[in-house]
């Protein structure tokens, strides 16, 4: 407590009665008489405050009734004593006491919205009337610090829970404390700086911090890192520290290390592929892939498997004499270009027909994870080759005339297997009903086969000839059309019957003709021999 020298002075001169004391305060000229009411000493209620958070009061121990009230006066920074200021503050409090004697009474509180510090005065005023009898009290004789508001900082780092490489990161800041203003720094702090040092340098961190956005002015106590903030280039932890530098009413204050991780793992790749012939094609086509590994910047290799026809699950464990390692055939590894990579050519020539598969496999890099693309995702069919059948029958005649078949298998793939032919009679004209005559036979290793002669041709008309190759492992079957190979015979006319040597084509006039034949056309034995024989046959 504060006890004022005049009020010992007062209380001495009461005691010998009826002197007037006069006392000039603060540019305040008050006069006291020694017998009259006084304050015997003041006391600030706390001495130190913070600004917005602590209720200042003041205290004063008077010697009076309750005839009297003490008003008490609170001065903002340099104010008091000031020819013209008013008080931030003002407050009577009436005395209790009924008789003369030594009471204490308490002004009401105050909360400062400024810093700096602050004076109390007090007085003690008659109530009847409103003079004053007592004080004020010196500028000076309570003094109250009231200091910046402590402060904290709330951030919110984009990207919590984790992204991949690649991910912009962005901060922001909320600063708790009393209408904060003023501006905040964010630092980033990279994989290799765990402990967020400052002093810490490098080439790449030459701060120590290896991104800064700031300063930053706070609005409505908020800041944020501006877009697109800072693109990540590795993996691994990195953590922001935002820093307020503090106002007039707060202080500074700094989030910590550790606060704001953001774990930055590999980015999550794709592999977009495209197979060679994904619409299919005949055995003995030659294979390949290409591969698109979608990623941030993706480097390293890639290995092309292809599963045969006997995998159709792409299973690796799936082994045999033709695929120890469950693939028929692999490439790689073959290195990223621009993200991309390919099978080189030849490939893998097929040699069945068959469903084929390829998975492309990445194995990563330091910013991607590896990725496989999945059965069943490149599909390539393989069957058998389209091939082109050439017929040509032999030539008609009369009736009795032998004919015969030929046909040449071109456009397969070294094709085998055999060839059936059918003969329908000139009453079959669409070849509907069972042929008069079939034959099969092989095919020859240059593609050609015919079939066995046919000499049953007795009646007159169109016979058709349909040839079908019947096909094999690697050839598709494939035949002419009725009306593909007519063949013509015509019946003997005037009386003369062909007689056609088998397997010549060639006829001869029957016996009625013999003699003027073997008389003038001079015959050779041969078929004079002939003519005769089919002469007695007749």
């Known amino acids: 407590m504060r006890q004022h020298g005049w009020a010992r002075k007062a209380r001495t001169l009461a005691i010998g009665g009826g002197a007037v004391l006069g006392v000039a305060v603060a540019g305040f000229a008050t006069t006291m008489s020694a017998s009259a009411h006084y304050i015997i000493g003041t006391t600030p209620q706390p001495s130190v405050g913070v600004v917005d958070k602590t209720a200042l009061a003041d205290q004063a121990v008077v010697y009076a009734d309750s005839s009297r009230h003490v008003t008490f006066f609170l001065w903002a920074p340099g104010t008091c004593g000031v020819q013209g200021a008013s008080p931030v503050f003002t407050d009577s409090e009436p005395v209790t ?260 598969k390829w998975v492309a496999d990445y194995g990563g890099d330091s910013n991607n994870t590896e990725a496989r693309s999945g059965c069943d995702k490149e599909v390539v069919t393989i069957g058998k080759h389209s091939d082109g059948l050439t017929s040509t029958p032999s030539a008609g005649g009369v009736t009795g005339t032998v004919i015969f078949d030929t046909v040449k298998v071109s456009n397969g793939m070294d094709p085998g297997g055999t060839v059936t032919f059918s003969l329908y009679s000139p009453t079959d004209t669409t070849c509907g009903a069972t042929a008069i005559f079939t034959s099969t036979v092989a095919l020859g290793a240059n593609g050609t086969a015919r079939s066995a002669s046919f000499s049953g041709t007795k009646t007159a008309g169109t016979y058709n000839w349909i040839a079908i190759y019947n096909g094999d492992a690697n050839n598709v079957s494939s035949n002419d059309k009725c009306g593909d190979e007519p063949v013509r015979i015509t019946a003997v006319t005037s009386g003369v019957q062909g007689i056609t040597t088998p397997g010549t084509g060639v006829g001869f006039p029957a016996a009625p003709a013999m003699g003027l034949l073997l008389g003038g056309l001079g015959l050779t034995s041969v078929a004079a021999a002939e003519i005769r024989r089919v002469r007695r046959q007749s």
Request: charged residues 10%; hydrophobic residues 35%; negative net charge.
């Open 97 to 356: 006491t009924a008789s003369l004697t030594d009471s204490t009474v308490t002004s009401g509180t105050y909360v400062a919205q400024a810093t700096g510090t602050f004076e109390w005065t007090a007085e003690i005023v008659i109530t009847s009337g409103g003079a004053i009898e007592s004080g004020p009290t010196v500028c000076g004789d309570e003094p109250v610090t009231v200091n910046k508001t402590p402060t904290s900082i709330d951030t919110t780092p984009s990207n919590a829970r984790g992204a991949p490489v690649g991910t912009a990161l962005t901060d922001s800041a909320t600063v708790t404390g009393f209408n904060p203003t003023g501006n905040v720094r964010f630092y980033l702090f990279g994989p290799d700086n765990t402990t967020c040092n400052f002093e810490q340098t490098s080439a790449s961190e030459p701060n120590g911090w290896i991104f800064m956005a700031g300063p930053i002015a706070l609005v409505n106590g908020r800041a944020s890192v501006p877009e697109p903030g800072f693109t990540t280039t590795a993996t691994g932890v990195y953590q922001w520290v935002a820093d307020y530098g503090g106002d007039s009413n707060n202080t500074e204050a700094r989030s910590a290390c550790g606060k704001e991780a953001v774990t930055i793992g590999k980015m999550p790749t794709s592999i977009k592929t495209l197979p060679s012939n994904a619409g299919g094609a005949p055995v003995g086509t030659a294979l390949t892939d290409s591969a698109t590994v979608i990623g941030d910047n993706p480097t390293g290799n890639i290995r092309f498997y292809l599963f045969g026809p006997g995998n159709s699950t792409c299973n690796f464990n799936q082994t045999s004499a033709g695929a120890p390692h469950g693939w028929i055939f692999m490439a790689g590894p073959i290195a990223l270009v621009n993200g991309k990579a390919s099978v080189p050519a030849p490939g893998y020539t097929t040699t069945e027909i068959g469903e084929y």
